[in-house]
């Protein structure tokens, strides 16, 4: 997998929006950026991913820099529920290939 | 969406005892299913991989002696923990990805299995 270094920690206002980054600057042309959660004492929970376009769905936004070698995840309105560890994967090829988990951020939203 | 079920969520059993965990997915067909170990404080660790009609694949370190994987179906994989000893107690993880699809499906996690080994 592409290395990627993430803050350790942050902490975001409730309903302010949590923008949390991720280097990864190694990244090849065809791999993905993937971003999960995992609420304590659960599995990890599936964010969002892209290739080189920004994405969004329900849960969040993912922005890609031009160069790919770096990328933010967008909560727009936080809330406590989004208190979790966030990690950003690159695997080295897409899908079945499996994911190396780093120390993450540890996201706490703060009422 | 993709739905990954592990059961049973929480084991708690005397050392020496062999324990079975199940892995299913409920909505998709998956050849390759994944299982990863975190221990407090810590970030998940795959352990191994685990193929349909074939032999798991290991990570180094991992004893595969110890921890048995059969992956009979499509939508079925199991880790057995055999001879469990108190340092096997950890928080235990499948995850998995619909390989019946073109596109790039992320993986999917089941909800974890937490292990207690007295």
């Known amino acids: 997998d592409a290395k990627t270094t993430q803050p350790p920690s942050m902490d975001c206002a409730e309903g302010r929006a949590a923008n949390l980054p991720c280097n990864h600057s190694t990244i090849s042309g065809n791999e993905y950026v993937y971003w999960y959660r995992q609420i304590h004492s659960q599995g990890p929970q599936y964010i969002i991913h892209?290739?080189?376009n920004n994405e969004t769905n329900e849960m969040a936004s993912l922005i890609i820099t031009e160069d790919r070698k770096s990328s933010t995840l967008i909560l727009p309105h936080a809330t406590l529920r989004d208190t979790a560890v966030y990690y950003c994967i690159v695997p080295r090829f897409f899908g079945n290939e499996k994911l190396t988990f780093g120390t993450g951020t540890r996201l706490t939203i703060i009422p | 969406g993709a739905v990954v079920s592990q059961h049973p969520s929480r084991v708690i059993c005397k050392s020496g005892t062999s324990v079975k965990i199940e892995c299913r997915s409920l909505d998709f067909q998956a050849t390759t299913m994944f299982w990863y170990r975190q221990f407090p404080k810590q970030s998940l660790m795959l352990m191994a991989t685990s193929n349909e009609g074939s032999k798991a694949t290991y990570e180094q370190g991992v004893e595969k002696d110890k921890f048995l994987i059969n992956h009979a179906s499509l939508t079925l994989s199991t880790l057995t923990v055999t001879s469990a000893h108190p340092e096997d107690s950890s928080f235990y993880i499948c995850?998995?990805?619909?390989?019946?699809?073109?596109?790039?499906?992320?993986?999917?996690f089941g909800d974890g299995t937490r292990l207690s080994i007295l």
């Open positions: 995850s998995a990805r619909d390989t019946g699809r073109w596109d790039n499906q992320p993986q999917h």
């Open positions: 892209g290739l080189k």
